[in-house]
Each structure stands twice: as C-alpha cells, then as structure tokens.
C-alpha cells in the first residue's frame, strides 16, 4: 500500500511539473508573438495540450514554427507521461486485487462432533477418506502456506495458524470437538497435546509419531494413542508371516467396522503390472487405499505415486469389501 501511494504521488508530480513547463513554455512563446496570455490562457492551453483535444482558440494558439514545435513536444512528452505512468500505478493495484480474490480462505468451521487435524500430509489423505465414509466433519489447521496452497486446490476445510496456540484450538471449537488428531513433526505434536489436553480434558487425542522413541513423550503430553505407521503396517505383516491369525481366501487380515486390509500379490497377467502407482490409478478406479508394499523383502510405507508395481509385489490395501474385491481383480485374481 505504502509503495502504491509513493508511485502515485511521484505520478501526480510528473503531471503538475509537465503542466507547469507547457504554461510557462505557452507565455514565452505567445508573448513573443506578440500576444498578451493570461494564467488561465497558459494552464488551459497545457490541458488542452496534454489531453490531445487540439481545440485551441484564438488566445490559445500559436502560430510560429517554434510554438508548433513546442506544441507536438508537449504533446509527445504528455503522451509518454500518461502512457507509461498509467500502467505503473494500475499493475500493483489490478496484481493486488487479483491476489486478494485467489488468496486461500479459511473454511467455515463445524460447531461440535467433528475432527481437529492438526497438519497435513499423504497419511492424513487416507484419514479424511475414512473420515468421509463415515460422515465425519472435520477441520484441518495448517500454518505451512504451500500446503495450504494443496488443502485448497483439493477443497479440503482449513483454518490456517499455528495449532500449538491455544487460540487457533478455540477457533476450531476444540471444546466441543470429537477428537483431535496430531500429525506434525513429534516435537511439535507434544506441544499441541499439551495444549489441547489443558484446553478440553476429555478429548480424544490421536498423535502420529515419526520416531520410535516419541512415544512415551507424546503420551505424557496427553496424548490418548500414539501410532507410529511403520510399526503399525510392520506388525500386521509380521503376524502374517507367522501365522498368528487365521488368513482367508480373500487376503484380509485385519478389519475396522467397514473398513478391511487385505494384501494381494501381483500377478504376472495382472494389468496394472509395470505401472507406477500413479498411473494404475487404483484409488480412482476401485476406491481403495494403498497403504504399503512389500517389495524385495522391504517395506514401503505409504509408497510414492511414483513407485513402480511389479509382478511379485504385495499391496497393502484399505478399503471396504467391494472395493478390495475389485482390486483383487487387478492384481490378476479371478474372482
């Protein structure tokens, strides 16, 4: 604001200064034809000048071929002032409003029974599609302006600030909230245990641990669960590969209410075989969610789109019966 107003007043005196050289250029050159202009004569014949009317009248004209020079001059020199300043004041202005309407806005927040998502990543996109299976509201608190540039291209419900302050926590109705989930960086994710957990005592507070060893942290801090999701997915297939559960004919070793976790094989006639997982597209096509794959005796976490899907890997999917058994069907199974 402070800039536009500077180029403004320095435009302003461009103007007046040119306005002032073509009055007094208009009494040089019309008393040395012999004339006897006026102030008036003088400023009216720089407007008219500037302006490119070109209705002068007769105490306003000038006849010799040095006031017709002077004349084309200041109408060049008038030209080049309103042609080049114009746009330098206009082009913040037009940028700034341009900005203003693009600029990410936070969402409208729910009153009660909803979800606090503090962070935002590719794990919480599983947890807003479970979320949404079940008709759960929820607002995810960002203060990283990149991703708030992604949660809105997605259309996703934002408040943006810092959610280890108390009252970004009351702006998102921590009081009446479902639950709250932390999902920043461990260090991170203490303080907002602490401050949701001062803040409402009974809530439910859900933190994802990156290390290990975060966890008796996270849970002094309040929190109600800790998940770390390596060693989550870990210790499903390690039971798998013990056989400490029964394994039916569908993959399925684990359920949720709705939700199954199953793992398939890829076969060799499978048609996403040699795809990347991005352009398998089995998220859109069959409505699960790869959690994982095994791969060379690895496992891969939470895999990038960009993670190739070979005959002979395991995915680690999530999703409801339906759309397992569709993906099944893509790993070259023949139900």
């Not at 435009?11 to 006897?36: H, N």
């Not at 989550?232 to 039916?248: P, Q």
């Not at 895999?303 to 339906?322: F, H």
Request: glycine share 8%; proline share 3%.
């Amino acid at each position: 604001m402070v800039k536009l107003r500077g180029r403004i007043t320095l435009f302003l005196i461009i103007v007046l200064s040119v306005i002032a050289f073509g009055m007094i250029g208009f009494i040089y050159l019309r008393t040395y034809e012999g004339g006897a202009p006026t102030f008036i004569d003088a400023f009216s014949w720089a407007i008219i000048t500037l302006s490119t009317l070109g209705s002068y009248s007769t105490d306003t004209m000038l006849d010799t071929t040095m006031g017709k020079l002077f004349t084309s001059f200041v109408v060049i020199l008038g030209i080049s002032v309103f042609f080049v300043g114009t746009p330098l004041i206009l082009a913040p202005w037009i940028e700034r409003r341009i900005k203003s309407t693009l600029k990410p806005r936070p969402s409208n927040i729910q009153k009660k029974d909803h979800v606090i998502i503090c962070g935002y990543s590719e794990i919480i996109d599983e947890v807003l599609d479970a979320l949404k299976l079940h008709n759960v509201g929820y607002i995810i608190i960002e203060e990283n302006e990149q991703v708030i540039q992604k949660i809105t291209q997605k259309h996703l419900p934002f408040l943006k600030g810092d959610p280890t302050e108390d009252h970004i926590l009351k702006k998102a109705n921590i009081q009446s909230a479902l639950s709250l989930i932390a999902a920043k960086k461990d260090e991170q994710n203490a303080f907002i245990c602490l401050s949701a957990k001062s803040l409402a005592k009974n809530l439910r507070v859900i933190a994802i641990s990156e290390k290990t060893n975060s966890a008796k942290t996270l849970y002094a801090a309040g929190a109600t669960t800790v998940i770390n999701p390596r060693i989550f997915a870990g210790s499903i297939l390690g039971r798998r590969a013990c056989h400490d559960y029964t394994l039916d004919v569908s993959g399925k070793f684990a359920n949720f209410g709705d939700l199954e976790i199953r793992q398939y094989a890829i076969s060799s006639t499978s048609i996403i075989n040699g795809l990347q997982i991005r352009r398998a597209r089995i998220r859109s096509v069959t409505g699960a969610i790869i959690i994982g794959l095994w791969k060379e005796g690895k496992l891969l976490i939470n895999p990038s789109p960009d993670e190739p899907l070979y005959e002979g890997t395991t995915i680690l999917a999530m999703g409801t019966k339906k759309q397992l058994d569709f993906l099944y069907k893509l790993t070259g199974g023949e139900k």
